[in-house]
Structures are given as structure tokens and as C-alpha cells.
């Protein structure tokens, strides 16, 4: 069975600093792997997503994540954080045939000017 | 726009009340999903669609009741709600291809319900 932890439900940092948002996995197949983030009050748009190949994948608003195996991670980075990037943040691994993801329990980011 | 539309936005009702969430997509998917999102409770997958025949039922209850009457649309049926019913409705869609799909997700904006 799949599952996704998210470490930390709240992650504050200042404008510039580095994000980091982490999330571990857990799949009995290959995995597949995605970041989606929420506005407030909106729905889950797609950040990023890995599939197969390349194992840093780049996605929208300056967001990478890296695909690790062995770490059966998917950690979420910006090099610097903008006031923009404020939201909460959630990382989903496939669930099964039926084209269901299952999701982590979100992380909320907060920017500090 | 991800171009999957909900209707409506925000909805209040009494718990002895009869009301439908309406969901669209315009992307050509095959597949189509109710998702719950609470303050308490991570996002929980209620219903599943694919290709118009429900595949998964998460154990909602029966005062929840869906409606895929083709590929582009879905309804969520609401009777007799408990307070504790109040979320977010999230609707996504997606397209599936067996096990081949990458199974990424499409989601509308939600209807923030309010049971009073």
C-alpha cells in the first residue's frame, strides 16, 4: 500500500532564505510523485511531479524536488523564498490503477518579511 | 484555471436541507474525483469515477450521494448533513490508462460547505 508522511505541518522562514519542505514515501511500485500547493480558499494546483528519468525535477515558481530512492524521499526546495509562496504545500504519491493519489496531511508555509 | 470548474463556490445549508455540488472538467479526462478537505483531517478521496462507472467508495456515508452522468460532469448529492460535514468539496479529474498513467490530477476550485 502507498502512503506519504510529511515532516512538519508548519514551516515559517524569511524572504530569501531557503524552503525546504520534506516528504517521505511509501510504495510497492514504482512511485510516482507530486508537489501541489494551495492558495487559501482555492484548490490544489500542480507544482511538480516525477514519473521516470531525470531525478530533479523542476517545477513552477522557482520549486525542485528531488526523487531519492534510497532516502524513499521527495523533498521540496526553493533556493529563496518569496512572500508570494505563502500556501500550504502537499506531497502525493500514485495510488492504484484507478488513477488515485494519495496525499500527505499538507505542510503550511509561512514567509516572514 | 486548471479547467475544472465548480459550482457553486460557497454553500450554507441546514441539516434538513436538500443541495448539489456540481463539478466540470474540460480537459477530455476519462476519470473524476470527490475529495473532502477538513481543518481536522488530511485530504480524504470519497468518490472515485472512471470512465462514468464509480470505482471507489471510501466509506462515506449515504447522506452523500454522487452522480457521473458523463465523462465531463459530476454531482455531489447532499441530504441530511451533520455539522460535522462542513469542508471543503474538492472535485479533480485526471486521466487514466490502466496502471500506464502518471495519474496527475486536475482540481477545481471547491465549494466551501457550511452545515448549520
Known amino acids: 500500500a502507498q502512503s506519504v508522511t510529511q515532516l512538519g505541518s508548519h514551516v515559517s522562514v524569511s524572504e530569501g532564505a531557503l524552503v525546504l519542505l520534506r516528504c517521505n514515501y511509501s510504495?510497492?511500485?514504482?512511485?510516482?510523485l507530486f508537489w501541489y500547493v494551495q492558495y487559501p480558499n482555492q484548490g490544489l494546483q500542480l507544482l511538480l511531479k516525477y514519473t521516470t528519468g531525470a531525478t530533479l525535477v523542476k517545477g513552477i515558481n522557482g520549486f525542485e524536488a528531488e526523487f531519492k530512492k534510497s532516502e524513499t524521499s521527495f523533498h521540496l526546495t526553493k533556493p529563496s523564498a518569496h512572500m508570494s509562496d505563502a500556501a500550504e504545500y502537499f506531497c502525493a504519491v500514485r495510488g492504484g490503477s484507478q488513477g488515485n493519489l494519495i496525499f500527505g496531511k499538507g505542510t503550511k508555509l509561512s514567509v516572514k518579511p | 484555471e486548471t479547467g475544472v470548474t465548480q459550482t457553486p463556490r460557497h454553500l450554507v445549508m441546514g441539516m434538513t436541507n436538500k443541495k448539489s455540488l456540481k463539478c466540470e472538467q474540460h480537459l477530455g479526462h476519462n476519470a473524476m474525483y470527490w475529495y473532502k478537505q477538513s481543518a481536522k483531517k488530511p485530504l480524504e478521496l470519497m468518490f472515485v469515477y472512471s470512465l462514468e462507472e464509480r470505482v471507489e467508495n471510501n466509506s462515506v456515508p449515504s447522506r452523500f450521494s454522487p452522480e457521473c452522468p458523463n465523462s465531463s460532469h459530476l454531482f455531489l448529492h447532499l441530504h441530511t448533513l451533520q455539522p460535522e460535514d462542513s469542508a471543503l468539496y474538492l472535485c479533480?479529474?485526471?486521466?487514466?490508462?490502466?496502471?500506464?498513467?502518471?495519474?496527475?490530477?486536475?482540481f477545481g476550485p471547491g465549494t466551501r460547505l457550511t452545515v448549520l
Open positions: 479533480a479529474s485526471s486521466q487514466v490508462n490502466g496502471g500506464r498513467g502518471n495519474n496527475e490530477q486536475f
Open positions: 510504495s510497492s511500485v514504482p512511485p510516482y
